[in-house]
């Protein structure tokens, strides 16, 4: 027999035997909670039982985040995931015990038959999942956190839309625009020395909605080019229900597009890497801008409007 199989499944047993019952007991409280049948004292119950009966069992011992199979555990009942697992060389970082490769099948088991809540619940999802879809879920749930859509820099910054339109304004010092026209001016005093720069000028209010103008230099295969577009600040579902025109021109000459704007989902550089904008070549932004042609001098001009069949093409 090997050393500490006994022991092993001794602790097992005991642990399954108490998720067992904290299992069934959750979920019957969950199934009470969204028939609307459970009082104050049962959700205080079921906030007891989650934490008490889930989040130490499931937690990894290591980085206490939630575990998904495959789960490991030491010849002593100690539980880890698979990404602590692949970390660890040999030892349990609980008892010091040697490791080897031993499931958790009976914890995965378990967790089978859990369901719980999206950790966006605060956020406005109130769905219930099984535990080991929980995860797929909250990685495309509509109540997920938006990324700062800030260009200039790799800010980390996340929440929902309101709060990333204040932080834009208070920490980015990004200009906020009331209306669904816009003309502005780029201008740049040694364009040839520009390959790769980001500017997101103007936030624009309307319809209710936030959208996001950038312009943006970059290497398109050998040529310098320059791309204007618009994000929408809102999922690629809502972003569908506007469209939006750009043009830029002078000495004559003028370039136009219209699009659907990219919802923030979208990374900037993601929209600029597939060119769903504007895109103008340097020498021609430098011929608009008329002169020497040693400075860029480019207004941009655009509109925003709540799309109809006809504008997308359905």
């Excluded at 934490?51 to 495959?70: A, N, Q």
Aim: aromatic share 10%; proline share 4%; glycine share 8%.
């Amino acid at each position: 027999m090997a050393p500490g199989s006994s022991t092993c499944r001794d602790m097992t047993d005991s642990r399954i035997s108490s998720v067992d019952y904290d299992t069934l007991t959750l979920n019957t409280e969950w199934r009470s909670l969204s028939s609307g049948k459970s009082a104050t004292s049962s959700r205080g119950n079921l906030r007891t039982s989650f934490k008490d009966g889930v989040h130490e069992l499931l937690e990894c011992s290591v980085c206490m985040t939630m575990m998904y199979p495959p789960i490991y555990q030491c010849p002593n009942g100690h539980t880890l995931c698979s990404n602590c697992r692949g970390r660890i060389p040999k030892l349990c970082p609980t008892c010091r015990h040697e490791l080897g490769n031993i499931r958790c099948l009976a914890l995965e088991k378990v967790a089978e038959s859990l369901e719980l809540p999206c950790s966006f619940q605060d956020l406005g999802c109130h769905n219930i999942f099984p535990y080991y879809g929980k995860l797929k879920h909250e990685k495309s749930c509509k109540y997920r956190p938006y990324t700062c859509p800030y260009a200039g820099s790799d800010c980390s910054v996340t929440g929902d839309i309101q709060f990333l339109v204040m932080h834009l304004k208070d920490d980015h010092r990004v200009d906020m625009h009331d209306g669904s026209t816009f003309n502005h001016r780029y201008v740049k005093s040694n364009p040839l020395e520009v390959d790769n720069a980001t500017w997101m000028l103007t936030i624009f209010n309307c319809f209710g909605r936030q959208f996001c103008l950038h312009f943006e230099a970059f290497q398109l295969g050998a040529a310098p080019v320059y791309i204007a577009f618009l994000r929408f600040m809102g999922d690629e579902q809502e972003s569908r229900q506007f469209c939006y025109s750009l043009e830029v021109g002078g000495n004559g000459r003028k370039l136009m597009w219209q699009g659907v704007p990219r919802s923030i989902r979208d990374s900037h550089r993601k929209v600029r890497e597939s060119q769903d904008g504007l895109i103008i070549q340097r020498n021609l932004a430098l011929f608009f801008s008329g002169g020497d042609r040693q400075e860029l001098k480019l207004k941009v001009a655009g509109r925003i409007w709540k799309s109809t069949e006809m504008d997308t093409g359905y």
